[in-house]
Each structure stands twice: as structure tokens, then as C-alpha cells.
């Protein structure tokens, strides 16, 4: 086993070196040479699973207040974005990756969910909108200092959706990502957040995903050849460093999975454990 890991460091290693080192580069080459997402693409992380997209729905609408916006931070190409804009008076997806942003506007004018309701969409009996929902997307690195601010400024208080973003950011990153989500969800927002909580370390992530030597599944091996941050760890020790009991009030957490695409031709998906919660500033924190 610690031999078969320890043949995957050379092909980490010339990738490293070829890694662009400005974020937005690296992701903008990522999306750039996307041609296919969903169930069999070449998105690492986008499964387009029925069960998940579910739970996600069912969790949101749980702990949030679906009056409000809801701001789906590093969307990609916008799946979750549009899966959760029936029950949202507002959905706003926003990636630090222009051509990332550019995927999810071909995607959702494809699907029909791009149409927009500037007054905010109704609400059938069902609790989903009976009329278009309002779906939008721009290109906005939410972890630049004031982004939140700036946001929240434009759409009011909201609740903002976060799936797998932080465990690609270091801690400096990660904390002004913290303080864009406060800016945004006010007194009145919910931040949920789902990110990987692999228990072990990088090399056996990567030999989990079904990398074996030199062999990288296509979507590992194009997150690589992009310079895309090595994940990390984000489970409930790194939600209480960053999103603090005295600051946040945490409405639910716990145990969850991520579905990412089928690492190989013909190979069924294999959930990758994650941690997700529910958080609430505090009163008296924020002015609301």
C-alpha cells in the first residue's frame, strides 16, 4: 500500500511544478478545457447524484429562509445553483473563474432554468416557485476582502450555499471566506456548507479516487495538469476554528457524502465522506 502511494509523488510533483500560481489562472484553465460535466463528465466533483441534490434541497429549505436570496459560492458550472433556485426567491451563483461562470450559463439556458423574475418568483402550494425561478450567475472571488459587503450591498441579506470550496483554501483564504458569508447572511441567513472530510492523508485520497502509479483517473488528472489547490480536510474540527461557538450558532451538522463523477469508464461513483453545517451568526454579531 505505502509503496503503490508513493508512486503516485512523481506525476504530483511535475504538475506542481507547472501550476500557474494565481488562483483565478488555475481555475480559468480548469474550466477552459471542460467539455463535459454531470453523470460520466470530466468534473471531479460533479456527480449530478439524484440522492444528493435531494438531501441538499431538503437541507436547505430545513434551515434556511427560502424568502430570502440564496448565494451559491464557487458554483461551477451551476448545478447546484439551479437545483435549489425553485425554492429560493433568488438564486445567485458565483465562481472566481470566468469560464467556469461562462459553463454555467450554457448549461442552464440548455435546461430552461435561466429565465429571470426580478420581483421574485411566487410560490405554489408545494412551497417551490410556480413561476420562472430567478437564476443568475457572475464571476466574483468571494475571499478578496469587502466581496461580501459589495454582494450583500446589491442583494440584501441572504443565505449562501458552499459545496466543497473551502477544503481547496488555506487558512488565510478560508477566513476571509468566513467573513464574505457573514457580511452576506446578516442576523437573518443561514450559511450551510458541505465539504470532504477524508480522513486520511493527500496520497491516500488520491489512492481512495482509484489513482494507481502514473495512472490518473481523467478527472483527477485534469484537476492536476489545471495547478487546481491540493483538498484538505474541512470536517468539524476546521468549522469550529473557523465559524466559532461565540460567533456562530450552529442549527445542524453532521456526516455526509459528496458524489463526484465516475472516476473510469463504466465504473459506478464512490461517495467521498464529507461533513456539512448549518450556521447562523449570533445576535448582536452583525447588524442585520
Known sequence: MFLRRALLVPTLLRSALRAPRDRRAAWDRYWRDIRRTGPGGEVLWDGGAPEELGWAIDLACRTMDTTRPVVDVGCGNG?????LSPWFAAAIGVDISAQAVTHAERETLAEGAGATDPAGAARGSDGATSSPP????????MTEPGAGERLRAEVGTANVFVRGLFHTLDAAHRGRLVESCRALVGQHGTVLLVETDYPGSALSYLDFLGARGSDFP??????LEA??????????????????EPAWERVE????????????????????PA???????RPGRLSS
Open 253 to 272: 451538522a453532521g456526516r455526509a457524502e459528496l458524489h463526484p463523477a465516475a472516476m473510469r469508464p463504466g465504473q459506478p461513483q464512490r461517495p467521498i
Open 218 to 223: 481523467e478527472p483527477i488528472l485534469r484537476c
Open 79 to 83: 448545478r447546484y445553483t439551479r437545483a
Open 275 to 281: 461533513f456539512f453545517a448549518a450556521l447562523r451568526a
Open 227 to 244: 495547478g487546481l489547490p491540493a483538498p484538505a480536510r474541512f470536517g468539524a474540527k476546521e468549522v469550529a476554528r473557523h465559524f466559532p
Open 134 to 141: 430567478r437564476v443568475a450567475f457572475r464571476t466574483l472571488d
